[in-house]
């Protein structure tokens, strides 16, 4: 089992900052991916980041240059670097992570992220 627990949301106004950070405890060993994907109200949920096992990462392109995903094996954390953010970044984080074949790019969505995920965090992004 792995826990996920996710810090540092908060509010802050468009084209601003925020680092959000995922603690991973448990039988990390076993996971081939981890990354982040955010769930808003009225919304299907995107997977906007994730890092495999071998370092490949993927972002969505919706992030793409404006979120730095980074893997801290030293001490089990997975960060996501937000910069320049948008109206439409305003969602709940969760950080996730999976014990299967690893994440890939199927049909222009990031795939993969489906064993276990944390609480959560909110992200709000105002004008």
């Known amino acids: 089992q792995v826990q996920l627990v996710e810090s540092g949301g908060g509010s802050v106004q468009a084209g601003g900052s925020l680092r959000l950070s995922c603690a991973a405890s448990?039988?990390?060993?076993?996971?081939?991916?981890m990354g982040w994907f955010r769930q808003a109200p009225g919304k299907e949920r995107e997977t906007v980041a994730a890092?495999?096992?071998?370092?490949?990462?993927l972002y969505a392109n919706s992030v793409k240059g404006r979120f730095t995903i980074s893997k801290y094996v030293a001490n089990n954390t997975l960060d996501l670097q937000m910069n320049n953010l948008e109206l439409e970044d305003t969602a709940r984080y969760f950080c996730?992570?999976?014990?299967?074949?690893?994440?890939?790019?199927?049909?222009?969505?990031?795939?993969?992220?489906?064993?276990?995920w944390g609480r959560g965090t909110q992200v709000t992004v105002s004008s």
């Open positions: 996730a992570a999976d014990s299967g074949g690893g994440c890939a790019v199927i049909g222009g969505a990031i795939r993969g992220l489906t064993s276990h």
């Open positions: 448990g039988y990390t060993d076993s996971t081939n991916c």
């Open positions: 890092i495999n096992g071998d370092g490949r990462i």
